[in-house]
């Protein structure tokens, strides 16, 4: 079956819906939102827990209510949902696109559209990804799948959990799994600082008991059908674990929360450029790949912290689609943004001269007394110092005006 669209947007998570809200005030009439799951709202349905929407609805929301928020927003500007279908393909040529479906009720579809929109959000790094040694038994899960399992539908993955990674979702889980009644028995990170938000270390492990073990891995995995136990060492150089000083956990389950990676596997397809840190692609300032017509926003371009800046991301690349679609974006001169000492990316990776800006960036590590600075070839842009900043929070720096005269921007810590 052929269909036609003015933009295709492939996501049906926060990206996806604000995007196509911020389409539909734009102008724009035939969108056409697509999503795998039965239902749209992504990663949100399971997310349970409160303290969404505090920055873009000013009131504390859990995740269903975050995403129900915007599926009115969108039920409200009639936008059409194509849910329990996958893209496969995506055909770009020219400025002519087309996006091939595998739907489970309607077949093999191609979409003919003018642009499409990247809003497929991250996935999370498995046992493969970080090669742990020893058996493989049952009882190995990412934590997001286990809180699917839990939230969604109802099924407990064990009794005994250990946690490898602090990232955000582990650290939730560990509460999630204690409120459960399930013993949670350490939370072990390999680096020298926690990968998860403060105050998800206060309220998830502190309160409830949990130990945190820092510079340390799992260096096995043992068990026959079922995992029965690990062995945990402490880690020299960040690197090597020193099994000399090893001690062992029993457990029935392990949680892997070791890091998310944008789900690109389509952009790779597609021919898209990405960025070796992030995984994402790469952007110009209009949140546009390096395949014309092809926008990309939330988590499949770079890994948020909070939804919040997800939604007013997608809000502001839904303009800038439509602007294209119509032909209305100016051909300004476009300005490098240079990422420089300590810090691992900065986002985009070109502004426009003489318009506002909001850039983007995390550090490599975790630093104290330092000024965070945007710098031109003449004069800073912006300068403040921080007397913690951790890799963990991502920063967002607004700039108010780019020099037009300017050559490149370059962001970097100093002492």
Same mark, same amino acid.
């Given at each position: 079956?052929?269909?036609?669209?003015?933009?295709?947007? #492939?996501? $049906?998570?926060?990206?996806?819906?604000?995007?196509?809200?911020?389409?539909?005030?734009?102008?724009?009439?035939?969108?056409?939102?697509?999503?795998?799951?039965?239902?749209?709202?992504?990663?949100?349905?399971?997310?349970?827990?409160?303290?969404?929407?505090?920055?873009?609805?000013?009131?504390?929301?859990?995740?269903?209510?975050?995403?129900?928020?915007?599926?009115?927003?969108?039920?409200?500007?009639?936008?059409?949902?194509?849910?329990?279908?996958?893209?496969?393909?995506?055909?770009?040529?020219?400025?002519?696109?087309?996006? #091939?479906?595998?739907?489970?009720?309607?077949?093999?579809?191609?979409?003919?559209?003018? $642009?499409?929109?990247?809003?497929?959000?991250?996935?999370?790094?498995?046992?493969?990804?970080?090669?742990?040694?020893?058996?493989?038994?049952?009882?190995?899960?990412?934590?997001?799948?286990?809180?699917?399992?839990?939230?969604?539908?109802?099924?407990?993955?064990?009794?005994?959990?250990? =946690?490898?990674?602090?990232?955000?979702?582990?650290? #939730?889980?560990?509460?999630?799994?204690?409120?459960?009644?399930?013993?949670?028995?350490?939370? &072990?990170?390999?680096?020298?600082?926690?990968?998860?938000?403060?105050?998800?270390?206060?309220?998830?492990?502190?309160?409830?008991? &949990?130990?945190?073990?820092?510079?340390?891995?799992?260096?096995?995995?043992?068990?026959?059908?079922? &995992?029965?136990?690990?062995?945990?060492?402490?880690?020299?150089?960040?690197?090597?674990?020193?099994?000399?000083?090893?001690?062992?956990?029993?457990?029935?389950?392990?949680?892997?929360?070791?890091?998310? *990676?944008?789900?690109?596997?389509?952009? #790779?397809?597609?021919?898209?450029?990405?960025?070796?840190?992030?995984?994402?692609?790469?952007?110009?300032?209009?949140?546009?790949?390096?395949?014309?017509?092809?926008? $990309?926003?939330?988590?499949?371009?770079?890994?948020?912290?909070?939804?919040?800046?997800?939604?007013?991301?997608?809000?502001?690349?839904?303009?800038?689609?439509?602007?294209? =679609?119509?032909?209305?974006?100016?051909?300004?001169?476009?300005?490098?943004?240079?990422?420089?000492?300590?810090?691992?990316?900065?986002?985009?990776?070109?502004?426009?001269?003489?318009?506002?800006?909001?850039?983007?960036?995390?550090? *490599?590590?975790?630093?104290?007394?330092?000024?965070?600075?945007?710098?031109?070839?003449?004069?800073?842009?912006?300068?403040?110092?921080?007397?913690?900043?951790?890799?963990? &929070?991502?920063?967002?720096?607004?700039?108010?005006?780019?020099?037009?005269?300017?050559?490149?921007?370059?962001?970097? =810590?100093?002492?």
């Amino acid at each position: 079956m052929n269909l036609k669209y003015d933009i295709v947007i #492939i996501g $049906a998570g926060p990206a996806g819906l604000a995007a196509a809200v911020s389409l539909k005030r734009s102008g724009i009439e035939k969108i056409l939102v697509i999503d795998r799951e039965s239902f749209a709202g992504g990663i949100l349905n399971q997310c349970i827990h409160n303290g969404f929407g505090i920055h873009k609805f000013k009131e504390e929301l859990t995740g269903p209510e975050y995403a129900e928020r915007y599926l009115d927003l969108s039920n409200q500007a009639d936008v059409e949902l194509l849910l329990s279908a996958c893209v496969i393909d995506i055909i770009s040529s020219g400025k002519e696109k087309e996006v #091939i479906v595998l739907s489970e009720e309607q077949g093999l579809l191609r979409i003919s559209c003018k $642009a499409v929109v990247l809003a497929m959000g991250c996935r999370e790094k498995n046992r493969g990804n970080i090669a742990i040694p020893g058996s493989r038994p049952a009882g190995i899960l990412t934590a997001g799948f286990a809180q699917k399992m839990v939230n969604l539908h109802g099924y407990m993955p064990g009794r005994e959990i250990v =946690i490898l990674g602090s990232g955000d979702i582990g650290l #939730i889980m560990a509460r999630r799994m204690s409120l459960e009644g399930a013993k949670v028995k350490a939370v &072990i990170e390999i680096q020298t600082h926690p990968g998860g938000l403060n105050r998800n270390i206060v309220q998830c492990l502190q309160d409830f008991d &949990i130990p945190l073990y820092l510079s340390h891995t799992i260096s096995e995995i043992k068990g026959g059908r079922r &995992i029965s136990s690990v062995e945990v060492s402490p880690v020299v150089d960040r690197s090597f674990p020193d099994r000399n000083r090893s001690f062992h956990l029993d457990c029935d389950t392990l949680l892997l929360s070791v890091g998310l *990676i944008p789900e690109n596997e389509l952009s #790779i397809k597609a021919g898209i450029v990405l960025d070796n840190v992030t995984r994402g692609p790469v952007v110009d300032a209009n949140l546009m790949t390096s395949v014309e017509g092809v926008f $990309a926003c939330g988590n499949v371009l770079h890994v948020h912290d909070i939804v919040d800046w997800v939604s007013e991301e997608a809000e502001f690349c839904g303009y800038r689609v439509a602007r294209y =679609i119509k032909g209305d974006i100016q051909k300004l001169r476009e300005i490098p943004v240079r990422t420089g000492k300590m810090l691992s990316y900065t986002l985009p990776s070109k502004v426009e001269a003489g318009k506002p800006a909001t850039l983007s960036l995390r550090t *490599i590590a975790p630093l104290e007394n330092v000024f965070l600075c945007v710098y031109t070839e003449k004069h800073f842009l912006y300068k403040k110092k921080f007397r913690k900043i951790f890799p963990s &929070i991502m920063q967002r720096i607004p700039i108010k005006e780019v020099p037009a005269d300017a050559q490149y921007l370059e962001t970097f =810590i100093e002492s």
